[in-house]
């Protein structure tokens, strides 16, 4: 049937209802349909996050917790947060130098590089993925299965290789080295070995040493080795003999239990022990001897010569020890303190201990650094050193609190401390403090400083002539050499003043100059957002 009004045929009837069937049988099924929307949001996302990246910082937003930018220095550094303080970037400006960036997803990912440097490093999940390049070397993880790391030396690059526990690689100036566990290898300077090599491990294994080679089959049951003037067999547990001429010759029979050795006296003043493990044990030497009872529980020596000796009597309650370069003792776990002379290098060490683990206090000099620290487990530490870089000083009262203050002039101080050991406090810090510390402050030496509490709500910015501190959607504030600008409520209400004085109230856009002189126009400081 034809319609005349529009000059065009009209179908009704069954054949109508045909083809609207059919067209409701051609419309996309409802899992297509949210999938689509979907990928819309996720593209949506991925373009808002490289508009941002690409330097999108003509304007200063605060749609927290959706997104947050900003400027962080007077040279052009710039922040921005996305989806409350979880996407994240941030450059900086350290001692005024190249741009410092960092960027990444909370706590999944970080990644951090100076521009005109080859320094980088990505970490994801910390502590599993780390991945580090610089001038000196590289060094990638996923623990506890990845580690390839590596340096040039001399122009040659040296590397190893391992994905654990089954295939391990080296490359260096020794060539290349590879290990297939437990199948087939063969690895240069491998667990303070020259070379160790393995075929269907533990079938046989064996490994060189300095000038001595030793072969293992089944190990441990069999196993043998030699070198220039000394050598050792065992078949495990029955039977160990090792000996070197002029040195020493040593038996096991039943390991561990019979133990004979004689030191045939390289240093002039032969020794003889027997063990009969853990019933008993002597040993005599010229001038000296020792014994024990069900060892480790009663036993003593004493070297005349030496000026040395010890005496558990029973340990781990009551022991003492005593020589030219160290002595100690402890009624376990009442008290003990040990001390150490100065070595030739002039390192030494001091400590003592109240009611163990609890009260522990510490002294050290390692070279030309000297640590001093008092640690009550795990609640409090407090840690002075100094360095060739000054030093400083450090405290912790666990979960309240912690800080840090060096003789350089950089810092921390929060509220809320996530680990009770120091380093692993630190790193934890870095990742997790957004989510669970209250309040973070750190400090630099060049003038920076970061401040935040959890989540992100209040963050703060300083750098040589700049600050800017923001409350989301309520307030912002930032000062320069140029001026400085307070808002209220997303800007609704802005105070501008210039540096000359000349200051201008705006409530929604309209202008109201007040002070001396002109009223600040266009307004001072930033654009404006």
Known sequence: MRDKRFGAARLSGPVTARRGGGAARRQPPPARVAAARRSLGHLALLALVAVLAAGCRAVEIDLYPLLRTGPVDDCGGWAWEALGPLVYFHEDHPDGKAPCREWGIRPLFSHRFQTGSARRETEVVWPLGRFR????GWEDRILPLYWHWGHTTSGVEESSFFLLPVFFRRTGVLGTSWALFPLYGRVERFLGMDAVSFVLFPLYASHRRDQSTSHHVVWPIFGWGSGPQHGWYRIFPWITRSWAEGDHDSQTYLWPIVNISHDLGRTGRPRSSVLIWPFYGSWTRAQAAGWTVLFPLLRAEEDRQKSSGERNLPWPFYQAWWSPREE??????????????????GSSQQSQFLLWPFLWRRAYQYLDERHEEFRVVPVFHHGTWTDRHGGGTRWMVFPLADGERRAEGSGKFAIGTLFPIRPWNDAVQAHWSVFLSPYLHRWWADGRARAQTILGLYRRYEAPGFVRWTVPLLYAHRASR????????LGAIRWEVAPTGAARLRILGVPIPFGRGPAPDPPVLAEDG
């Not at 100690?328 to 290098?345: E, F, K, V």
């Not at 140029?482 to 409520?489: A, E, K, N, P, T």
């Open 328 to 345: 100690g003792w402890r009624i376990w776990p009442l008290y003990g303190r040990y001390a150490s002379r100065p070595s030739a290098s």
């Open 133 to 136: 390049r610089d001038p000196s």
């Open 482 to 489: 140029r001026g400085s600008l307070d808002q209220f409520l």
